[in-house]
């Protein structure tokens, strides 16, 4: 067997191994519950090779959603001690043991993806999940929009981007006192210097207790929440998966004018977030108005969004000449940059693929083949890890990632081509 044919079938081997029967864990003992965003990959993922299972991520998924309408970013089918915080932690009272945030909506993009691959098959599947989808987005309309129609979030785990630097300085502004001892597992499973600092785990904390206190209350946590980030990332996801739900809603005959509205808030919602003395998209705190003033892979998400943006073309080959596998996290000139802090300077193959897949679709042909390029050779010389330092290419955090496998399958690997499910 080839080298590159034995990638392709260990990152099928690492999405049934990490199967749990219904949902995918990211990867075993970091990570042992079903996650929102990384469902959705691992949908994309097995979709390449098995339908029906791909379809079946979603739909577990989706049976975790609350009343309300928000899906959570982690749904606890089981308890294992591994992880923390568990459910005990979180105390929602939802059906399905779970957290009380969400997380970026990517599922609603594969959703679209999965019916088109086989619109027989999928027929009676969409027709069950679109309501879902719906209720979730109206949801984000009604909970996590900021006056100006930018997508915001209420803890730096919603946004998916941890202790990505866009939420130092809210985070700073956070005293976590009156939180009781707790034990990190995270650092026992990787290196603490791959991870975030226990500054930032006491505010994760902090914010889980405070919103726990006002019962997961939307309204009074609007009111009295004390991190409220108006994130790019997560606009430009939930951009997207609306145009998808459109797409989607037609295809079923259903009304769109809805979606249409929110279409149209979300847009203005992310110029608000342009912030010309970096040149880029930038969070923002909606509780100050302050721009983070961070460059981070965030902002060329808008080409995920179908936001031909070219002010960002010189700045992402810019970045890109820097590094040996890009795109990093964080911009490596500003001076928070660390190549294997998480979300602080890394490159995670899966934003890549957004961020490649959209530019393909703009017509950036040349940059779209470079990224791709740059992920397939950092995934083939280092392994399925959870992301990678973009300068030496050495893998950090989890392995065996199914997030990872599932880029490889359906986009980085050179058997992707041609089958590739575009994103
Ligand atoms: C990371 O986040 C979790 C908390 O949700 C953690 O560190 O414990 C993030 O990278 C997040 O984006 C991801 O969904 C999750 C599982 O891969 O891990």
């Known amino acids: 067997m080839s080298g590159v044919d034995g990638l392709d079938t260990e ?36 979709a390449r090779f098995d339908l029906d299972r791909a379809w079946r991520e979603i739909e577990t998924l989706l049976s975790g959603q609350w009343e309300n309408g928000m899906v959570p970013h982690i749904l606890f089918h089981g308890v294992d001690d591994s992880y923390f915080p568990g459910p005990d932690v979180w105390g929602t009272d939802a059906v399905l043991p779970s957290s ?27 027709e069950r ?63 603490a210097s791959m991870r975030p600092t226990k500054a930032d785990y006491d505010r994760y904390l902090w914010l889980v207790a405070f919103a726990r206190q006002r019962h997961w209350d939307e309204k009074r ?6 991190f409220r980030m108006a994130d790019p ?20 005959g259903r009304p769109t004018i809805e979606i249409d509205g929110w279409i149209a808030a979300t847009r203005a919602g992310v110029n608000h977030l342009w912030n ?38 010189p700045v992402m080959e ?26 602080r300077g890394p490159t995670w193959a899966m934003l890549n693929m957004l961020i490649g897949s959209g530019l393909a679709r703009l017509g950036h042909a040349g940059l779209a083949e470079r990224l791709r390029r740059h992920t397939q050779a950092m995934i083939a010389e280092n392994g399925f890890a959870e992301y ?19 880029v490889w399958l359906g986009w980085a690997a050179p058997s992707a081509s041609g089958t590739r499910m575009e994103i």
Not at 21 to 31: I, M, N, R, S
Not at 321 to 331: E, F, H, I, Q
Not at 388 to 406: C, V, Y
């Open 388 to 406: 990678f330092d973009p300068i030496d290419g050495s893998p950090a955090g989890g392995r065996r990632f199914t997030w990872t496998a599932a």
């Open 233 to 252: 990332a997560t606009s430009f996801i939930v951009l997207r998966a609306l145009c998808d739900l459109r797409a989607l809603a037609g295809m079923l």
């Open 11 to 46: 990152a099928r081997d690492i999405l049934r191994d990490n199967d749990r029967g219904g949902y995918t864990v990211p990867t075993a003992g970091l990570y042992p519950y079903q996650w929102n965003w990384d469902s959705a990959f691992a949908a994309f993922g097995f």
């Open 221 to 226: 946590l609007r009111a009295e929440g004390r």
């Open 318 to 343: 810019r970045i890109l000449a820097g590094v040996r596998y890009g795109l990093p996290s964080l911009d490596p000139a500003d001076p928070r940059f660390d190549p294997r802090r998480y979300w």
């Open 100 to 126: 009380g945030i969400t997380q970026p909506p990517l599922a609603t993009t594969i959703i679209r993806r999965l019916y088109q691959k086989d619109p027989i098959a999928g027929r009676a599947r969409l």
């Open 276 to 313: 010309a003395e970096i040149g880029a998209y930038d969070s923002r705190n909606v509780l100050t108005g302050a721009f983070s003033a961070t460059l981070s892979n965030a902002s060329f998400l808008c080409f995920h969004a179908g936001i031909d943006d070219r002010r960002l073309l």
């Open 129 to 191: 999940l679109f309501p879902r989808l719906l209720a979730w987005h109206r949801w984000f309309a009604a909970h996590r929009t900021d006056s100006h129609g930018a997508i915001t979030v209420t803890h730096p785990w919603e946004s998916g981007r941890d202790n990505a630097p866009d939420w130092d300085a809210a985070m700073a502004a956070i005293d976590p006192v009156g939180l009781a001892s707790y034990d990190r597992r995270d650092i026992h499973e990787v290196d």
